[in-house]
């Protein structure tokens, strides 16, 4: 017998409250194989539904004899799937109350099977029997909705739990984004995604054909939104292959922007393959790199020009030598003649020597070995005293403007060379602009915390002068071989290439720097940064004086090497009325300065072999620490900062025997050190920066 519950049981339950009804009744189903109950009243009736029941067997007067609400109640309250079978026993009866009370009954009762008493055992049974088995299936029916509520509600679940990691998983993944994108923003990068399917399906599975890198060029253009100049392409088929052989792609190259403006970038990616080993997906990222370039580029170039300026810097020192020594002997065959052919001769002679000093000097600049005889200067007054010579140089097409810096810092530096390297600038601009146009000297501070300042500057004070016109601009291939000595786009015979070597390198030997901005049909602008000065104005020298001297029987030692210049200094102090004594080197110059009791000054070549021209002064100052001592030099050659010479009087080659006169005299008289004449400074100021 199956457990009671209510919902399987098949127990029948039987209420009949007339003698024997209900006990015969159970007898016979029991005898039917049927689980039977018989009640006592309609109270143990509902008592028993409750716990459970397949059916029952009510006959009729058990209404008429106990309250059957609660009978009524529970139907009512049956849960959905149930609809209770009940089988009840009639009397036959005409009266039409009896009916009526029957059609009521069944109506409150709703399932019900009306059997008529006398009623056959196999009636009563098979009535049952029905009745049991439409119990069974509202059984199986409530089971099936039990077990669909049941999975519906594990699907409510297991949704609800999908949803919550799928909500974990999409916070999870905007949060790896927003770290990728802001990864690849200080990075500089972009990615890229090129899809091979297509492609794969056409060609060889285990190559590829030029054809092939075409058109990934093309797609992977379109993917990254940029092109690449026609020069590039090969290299980026060769870094197409790579990826095929070894699945990773790598590649430098640049992107066609606008006519000056190249960028470059590194494309690296990695290369995906479907399980036929067909190449079916390339995918990277893009970094700009043209910065990284142009450091590169601007490293090489200043190394590049700093090895050329040592060979310029070695050439120009033996012309300087050669040139000091014309000019002088012009000059002093000048002074022996009054032969006005010989001496218009001369002074052709004197001019193209001039030239070639001229050139030399350029070199020296560059090669920043050039004697600076730098002052403190103010450079809106400079630039203002310029506007005349730039009228004149420039023509009348071309409009001058200035923009000066209302108090721009004082900047200690040679201003003659500085006129010379603005003049530069100017020609410059004025060959860019055949057609007239506009030219702005402009100047302004800039301090050590300026965001205008250039990169690349230590931190100082500088000033900055900046030539800009309005003329042709130059390509970035230009700009960055512009510096270069003889560098030049001009034709054959208008430019030698050196202007803008000569304003790098008195910049540079100057403390400062250039800076050069350019582009193409819209203009140039060179700016020179100097460093700012504290130091205050130097007294001039009185030009009128310089040869005034007459001698006065005083004893020079002229120690050189180069004996055209020896000879030439020599004859010129002579033609002063010195009494020199020379020598070739430092040894044979300490020697002489031993052997005569008298010399008053000590005239000595700085750079020499054997004994320098410091060992020299060395040994004389050693006997005699007051001696006074004038250097010569056509060449800067490096001191160290303990430099006992550092506050020594240098006269700078080629010299006038005017100089040479002013610098002599002002020595002898020991005449204020610190105040430089012509071509002459201390040697503290001469000294280059060390690189
Ligand atoms: N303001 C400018 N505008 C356009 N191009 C310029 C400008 N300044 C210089 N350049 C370019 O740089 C090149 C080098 O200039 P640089 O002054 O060194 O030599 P140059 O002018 O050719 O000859 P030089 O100055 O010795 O007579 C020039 O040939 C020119 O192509
Ligand atoms: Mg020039």
Known sequence: MRARDPGTSEQVLVLAPTGRDSAAACSLLEQA???CKSCSGMDELCCELDIGAGGAVIAEEAFFRSDPACLFEWVDNQPPWSDFPFVILTTHRDAPRARQHTVELISKL???????????????VTAVDAALRARLRQYEAAKYLAEREQAASRLEELIRERTRQLQEANIRLIGAQESLTMALEAAQMRTWNVDLIERASESSPDGTSSGDAAWLLSRWSAAIGEALPSSDRGEFGRAFEQALATGKFHVEIRLAGGEDETRWVVAEGRLYRDQQNRPIRLAGTIRDVTERRQIEESLRQTQKLEVIGQLTGGVAHDFNNL?????????????????????????????????????????????????????????NELVSSMGDLLHQTLGATIRIETVLEKDVWPVLTDPTQLELVI??????????????????????????????????LPDADYVALAVSDTGSGMTHEVAVKAFEPFFTTKAIGQGTGLGLSQVLGFARQSGGDVRIESRVGQGTTITILLPRSRESLPRPVDENRAMSHDGNAATILVVDDDPAVRHL????????????????????GLDMFRQNGRIDLALIDLVMPVMNGRQLATQIRAADPQRPILFMTGYDDLSGSDDPFAEEMVIKKPFKLVELAAAVEQTLERRDPHAPGWNVTPIRKIKRKQP
């Open 323 to 379: 040139l000091t020594a014309v000019l002088g002997n012009i000059e002093l065959a000048s002074l022996r003649t009054r032969d006005e052919k010989l001496l218009s001769i001369l002074r052709s002679a004197a001019g193209a020597a001039e030239r070639g000093a001229k050139l030399t000097s350029q070199l020296l600049a560059f090669a920043r070995k050039q004697h600076l005889a730098p002052r403190v200067v103010s450079l």
């Open 569 to 588: 200094t020599v004859q010129a102090l002579e033609t002063m009325n010195y009494r020199v004594i020379e020598a070739e080197n430092g040894r044979v």
């Open 423 to 456: 003049l530069n600038l100017a020609i410059n601009s004025r060959d860019a602009m055949p057609h007239g146009g506009r030219l702005t000297v402009a100047t302004k501070n800039i301090g050590a915390s300026d965001r205008r300042r250039p990169v690349g």
């Open 110 to 124: 709703r399932n019900v099977t009306l059997q008529e008493r006398p009623i056959q055992t196999v009636t009563l």
């Open 33 to 35: 194989g049927l689980a």
